[in-house]
């Protein structure tokens, strides 16, 4: 993974034996032209990349973990409309990290984009404070994914043993416990790994099917009243104290922190075919099927809510879960759930794999000390093992969060606040970057912009809305730390390059800048 200085042009024609296949080639000089020497096997494709999303975001468990947010601030409305606004709101975002991605396919994605759409006297400076606020908001990431899996798996053994009694610090050891054999499934192949993805995608939607025909039929069969259409998608029932102008944008965050990881090929583009183009695909495919199957969850959720009252107001805090206890019971809710427990664990390894290749990427670059060892890619696993071990330290720290009373609120609401962030400062760079702009082959010609413009709203007042305390008369228990640390973390980021990070090389801007001559 070593950077080069002088980079091979492209050739007019491939020749030789296997790797004179076209997309071969040329897949090896996307990366060679932005400075660097190709370390990974290109295994994936368009579609087991949206399998690895799918894989990771498991949609139907997602959701069940993180819908009292729709529920308690919007009842009926949270669940139907407080998925539908977010998912196009977001969408922009999503068009333009996939032009991003398709303009500079690199596994560095946000800091690398920073460095290179910022003016050249600030590149090293943003790009280190880019790299370091990214490197924070991976560990939050990873974290709340493996909060999430072992906060699913403790509800669902306490529903099938009510006797059990689970602390937040039982189900702390439950997340350090996944993440472990998360950095144990990366001794894996790449394209063991990738198979493996593509089943439990398969798997995962497959089960999303039974719920959306299981859940309906038992409520028919028991004689429980539909509520209307008019009720599910007109009714807004809020069961907090904040007015409807913050409550409303909070119905989102479920919505928001589900659909979080459709920028996963963004990150693994250095292993994936025609990167300029698969990942684009990848990015607005992902994101698309887990809007549509999240949307068919929730609005099938909301016909089969008879007594909102009864659901929203359920001390578990988990208002989906007590639905299919009150359809299906408590062992066959068990079993339901229990079943998808291994996909949906195994598929969050992926955040590993996804985002251990950022960690090597800056590493790559100098942003990170000891480089050689983070950089370090093996050949077998195709994988940077030591940047695999670094995130999965920096994760088991960030769960300590989770000894909170109010944990679930803060691991969900840091993550999506730091890749808002993350991704926001290059979304908005680009809008002046003039020259130092190229669009690859996936872009919008004259729409670039404003769908650029369009981002950088929508993220400013998603990160505007997730800065808010869960319940207006807060307390020290209740007020939102969110922000507070993440300015920390910007604040540290700044530090570290005045102290430590003016050494920093940054991007290979000379082979970048040949590279978008070329293409100029």
């Keep these: 993974m070593d950077s080069t200085k002088d980079c091979p042009k492209k050739a007019t024609s491939a020749t030789g034996a296997e790797l004179s296949k076209a997309d071969d080639y040329i897949d090896n000089g996307a990366i060679q032209d932005l400075g660097y020497q ?114 699913g798996l403790a509800y669902s053994i306490l529903i099938a043993r009510p006797d059990w009694s689970c602390t937040n610090a039982m189900i702390m050891a439950m997340a350090l416990g996944v993440v472990v054999f998360w950095v144990v499934s990366m001794m894996l192949r790449l394209e063991n790994v990738t198979l493996a993805y593509m089943i439990c995608a398969v798997v995962i939607l497959c089960h999303v099917i039974l719920f959306l025909i299981a859940l309906p039929v038992s409520h028919a069969v028991q004689g429980m009243p539909f509520p209307s259409a008019r009720v599910v998608f007109g009714s807004y029932q809020n069961y907090t104290d904040w007015e409807p102008a913050v409550a409303v944008p909070f119905t989102w965050f479920c919505a928001a922190w589900v659909n979080s990881i459709w920028m996963a090929p963004a990150f693994v583009v250095e292993e994936t075919h025609s990167p300029r183009t698969s990942a684009p695909k990848a990015m607005i495919g992902s994101y698309i099927s887990t809007c549509v199957m999240g949307l068919f969850v929730t609005i099938i959720s909301a016909f089969c809510i008879a007594d909102m009252d009864s659901i929203a107001m359920d001390p578990s805090g988990y208002p989906l879960y007590q639905l299919l206890i009150d359809h299906w019971g408590q062992q066959k809710s068990a079993a339901f759930l229990l079943f998808i427990a291994p996909f949906s664990t195994f598929g969050g390894s992926g955040m590993l794999l996804t985002y251990s290749t950022q960690i090597a990427a800056f590493a790559r670059d100098g942003g990170l000390p000891f480089a050689k060892h983070l950089t370090y890619v093996n050949q077998r696993l195709s994988l940077p093992v030591n940047a695999v071990l670094v995130l999965a330290a920096g994760t088991s720290l960030i769960l300590l969060i989770s000894l909170s009373t109010s944990a679930k609120e803060i691991i969900y609401s840091l993550t999506v606040l730091c890749g808002l962030i993350n991704a926001a400062i290059p979304v908005g760079l680009r809008l ?31 990160i505007i809305m997730e800065s808010f305390p869960l319940y207006k008369s807060w307390d020290i228990n209740t007020f939102n730390y969110n922000w507070a640390v993440t300015v920390s973390i910007i604040i540290l980021s700044c530090l570290l390059y005045v102290t430590w990070g003016k050494s920093f090389p940054g991007i290979p801007l000379e082979a970048f800048h040949r590279s978008t001559a070329e293409d100029h």
């Design 38 to 151: 190709q370390s990974y096997r290109r295994v994936l494709k368009t579609i087991a990349s949206v399998c690895l999303v799918i894989a990771l975001t498991t949609p139907l468990s997602a959701i069940l973990v993180s819908a009292f947010y729709q529920v308690s601030y919007g009842g009926y409305f949270g669940l139907t409309w407080g998925w539908i606004i977010p998912s196009v709101i977001l969408f922009p975002q999503v068009l333009a990290i996939s032009e991003l991605c398709s303009s500079m396919p690199v596994n560095g994605a946000m800091y690398w984009w920073t460095a290179a759409l910022a003016p050249e006297s600030w590149s090293r400076c943003l790009g280190f404070i880019s790299g370091w606020i990214n490197l924070f908001g991976l560990f939050t990431g990873v974290a709340s994914f493996a909060y999430a899996v072992a906060s």
């Design 432 to 462: 002046f970057a003039g020259d130092r702009w190229v669009p690859g082959p996936w872009n919008y010609g004259r729409w670039s912009k404003p769908i650029h413009a369009l981002a950088v709203i929508s993220q400013v007042y998603f």
